[in-house]
């Protein structure tokens, strides 16, 4: 796993190696694994999901939300 590239937050649950584990068998299982919804329907739920996380963490300020996305990329 050290020549993958992780994003951060995977990198510091990889100080737990038990969690690291479960934690990813679990992603894992959720966007690739059998279910209901097709592949594109999950990736698509998974952004809306941390969009809306995102707008409740700045207290749903739209104007707010929207310089931080238009002004960030």
Sequence with gaps: ????ELDQV???IGYHPRFLD????TQNFIMKGDGPLPYDYRYYLAIIVSIMSFFLQISGKILQAVQTVYFHF
Aim: glycine share 0%.
């Design 10 to 12: 995977t990198k510091v």
């Design 22 to 25: 479960h934690f990813l068998r």
């Design 1 to 4: 796993m050290a020549d993958l």
